[in-house]
Structures are given as C-alpha cells and as structure tokens.
C-alpha cells in the first residue's frame, strides 16, 4: 500500500502486480520486450523452485494470419478501428501488448507489462510463454474482446487476481480461488508456511490452526506438504469461509474449515496446538483509506484493518494463546505482520511469557514473528 508515495508494506498484489505490502523485490520479474519469460518462481524450505505458469499452454483463439502489416496501435485494446479511423481486425499478440503497457503505465500501474500478460493470456486461454512464441500472431475477435474487457477492469484498478478469479501461492504450486469476499494471497506469506513446515518436521502427531484462513492459503499450503497433519483452517467471515471451502474441496484438501472469532470458537484438543498460524488484519484503520484502490476497493474490509495501530487482533490472539494448554508442550505461534510491526509483535510476546523471533522477508524487513513459551526452569535446580 502506498502512503505518502512510498509503499506502507510489503504486502505485493499479484504476484501482485501492485502493492500493498511493499518493499519486496518482485517474485515475478517483468519480461522484457523480446526477453525471453520467466517460469513463476518461489521458495520451499529456502530454495528457490520454479513452478510453470498455471494456464494452459494451448491458445484456442489464434488466427493463423498475421498481420497484414505492421499496423499503429489503435484507440482501444483490440478495438476494430485502427489510429486513422479505419477498421481493422488484426492486432496481433505482441500489438496488443504494446498498446496495453502503454496505457496501464499512464494510470501508473507498477507492473504494466506482466499484468498485461497476465490478462491476455487469460483471455487466449494459453500460457504467457505462448506470448512470446506467438507473438506476431493476430489475435481472433472474440478473445480480443474478452481481452478488451479484462483491460476495462484493470483500467479501474481491480486486482488481476480479481479478473482471473485465482492465484497461485507457494513454491507448492497451490492454485486457490480468490475473489472479493477474500485477501489475495501475497507471497510475504510464503514465509510463515517455509518457517512452520520447517519446524514441524519429525513431529508426527501435529495439529495446526490458520486462523484467519481467508482464501485458506495457508491452511491448504501445510496440509499439502504435510498430509499427515491435522490442519484446522477458521475465519470469522462467512464468505471468506466459503472460499476456503472451496478451495478445499477443489484441491481435494481434508482440511477442518470452521468459523471461529479467533482461537474462542475452536477446541485446542488434550494436547494443545502444535502450532497456531496467523496472517491476521495488520493495518492501521487510519491508514486504509490511503491504500491504493486496488486494496482499498476491491479486498475485504474485515481482512484489512487491524484497528488504531494495527495490532488489536495480534493482541487478543496473543492473550488466547498464552491462556494455558492452548498450545502444546513445544508449540508454536507464527504471526506476519506489518513492515514496521516485528519489534514490536517480538515485544508483545515477551510480555507473555513468550520467547520471540523474527524472519526477515525477500527484502530483509523483519515480517513473520514466531513466538514460543520460554523453557521454565524448574524452581528446584534452580541455585540457592
Ligand atoms: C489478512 S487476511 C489473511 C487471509 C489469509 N490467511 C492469507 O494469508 O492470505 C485476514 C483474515 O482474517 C480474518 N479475520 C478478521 N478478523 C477475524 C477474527 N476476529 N477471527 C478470525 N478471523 C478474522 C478476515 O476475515 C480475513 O480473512
């Protein structure tokens, strides 16, 4: 999100394509004119994995012509009528990308060239390598106008996940569905889940709760590394429910999706949480009606706005989770939060008994806080 210019995080869009969150290094770098595409890439475990774009690589709406001639840009994206006025049907690929930049870099779109991409690969139905490959192709009437409309959304800076109704989340090559009743996943994300597979490895018997599971992203991330453990993924919002349960369902994913005001609605179980997952609203109400329009008017208030610094729901989850047997004997809590929050977070766990770290995100700004209940020495080996 932007204040004063700059990004107030580093919570990125689309793979983001504009930012909320932002101070991160693009996860999808940009291609070039004539460059060659990127597979999309991300992390697991600390390695950087490719993982090939989730579309189709067939384009069913390629006309076999190409264009008659190296024809200007015309006054829409795909439009009949070329810059003199007259009709013309044969924009190809690379014309429409062209003209397309062009325009979401005047409304200043950050990342004009990919979510132009994005959205003509869509509309084509094929994969942004296709792009390249066919470049001079020219693009069949009904996929331009498809295409014309996708355009039309961005131009009023609804989020290219939004348009394409999905993103895809984690090294894992999760796909998830997403759209206005939930966040879209942002790659800062990633992190909680590399940190919580990481430490839970060897513990056979692990139960994990996402709370605030949204489009349920990190929920359906640890139940597809870790089959074996119980994830229980809840919300607040019914329709960010909704959402989780499809996604579930899609990925033919056994996680428990259930509404709960944080930890209040859901039984820890005998054992207690081995590990209690939280991307919760981080930011501070004052500051959503600065955020780019993006986030602001098209991404669920209830998953935004954290309250007058921001932190209300990381405070009561804390109190819930320090309550005793909550968590179990190792347990843990990972928590991200805002780019200037970590210090802070670190300092609200200390107070409860808990010892506190902090990862750093793409960009080294301190961004996921695990939080542990700190050994006790026993009063009787303790010295005289
Ligand atoms: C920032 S979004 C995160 C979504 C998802 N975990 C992700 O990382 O993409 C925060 C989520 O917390 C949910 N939420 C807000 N208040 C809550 C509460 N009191 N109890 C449970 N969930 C809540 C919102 O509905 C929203 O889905």
């Known amino acids: 999100m932007v204040v004063g210019g700059r990004h107030w995080d ?12 932002t101070l991160a290094p693009r996860s999808k770098p940009e291609i070039a004119d004539g460059a060659e595409p990127h597979a999309e890439s991300s992390t697991l475990g600390g390695v950087r994995v490719a993982v090939p774009p989730f579309v189709s690589p067939h384009c069913a709406y390629l006309s076999s012509k190409t264009p008659s001639a190296a024809a200007p840009p015309a006054d829409g994206a795909g439009s009949n009528r070329g810059s003199s006025g007259a009709a013309r049907s044969d924009w190809s690929i690379g014309e429409l990308l062209r003209w397309t930049q062009a325009r979401f870099a005047e409304l200043g779109i950050a990342e004009a060239r990919l979510d132009a991409e994005h959205l003509l690969a869509h509309a084509l139905g094929c994969s942004r390598m296709t792009l390249y490959t066919e470049h001079d192709r020219t693009v069949d009437e009904e996929p331009r106008a498809r295409f014309r409309e996708f355009v039309r959304r961005r131009l009023a800076r609804e989020p290219v996940a939004h348009i394409e109704g999905k993103r895809g989340f984690h090294a894992l090559g999760l796909e998830l569905q997403v759209d206005r009743r939930v966040l879209v996943p942002r790659p800062e994300t990633e ?8 430490d839970l490895a060897g513990n056979t018997n692990a139960r994990v709760v996402d709370v605030g599971t949204g489009s349920g992203a990190i929920a359906l991330a640890v139940k597809h590394a870790r089959a074996d453990v119980e994830v229980v993924a809840v919300d607040v919002s019914p329709d960010a429910l909704a959402v989780a349960q499809a996604n579930a369902t899609r990925l033919e994913s056994d996680i428990i999706v259930s509404r709960s005001d944080l930890l209040a609605d859901v039984a820890a179980g005998p054992e207690g949480w081995s590990a209690v997952a939280a991307n919760l609203p981080y930011i501070p109400s004052a500051v959503i009606a600065t955020l780019e329009p993006e986030v602001r008017l098209f991404e669920p208030h209830q998953a935004l706005d954290g309250g007058p610094d921001g932190l209300d729901l990381i405070r009561r989850l804390l109190d819930q989770v320090a309550q005793p047997g909550v968590l179990a004997l190792g347990g843990a809590v990972y928590l991200e939060v805002g780019f200037d929050q970590a210090t802070t977070v670190a300092a609200m766990f200390g107070a409860r008994g808990f010892e506190a770290v902090i990862r750093n995100d793409y960009a080294g700004i301190g961004r996921i806080v695990r939080g542990r209940i700190a050994a006790v020495v026993p009063a009787r080996s303790q010295p005289e």
């Open 191 to 198: 992190h909680l889940v590399d940190w919580l597979l990481e």
């Open 10 to 21: 580093g919570r990125r869009m689309s793979m983001f394509h504009t930012s909320l969150r």
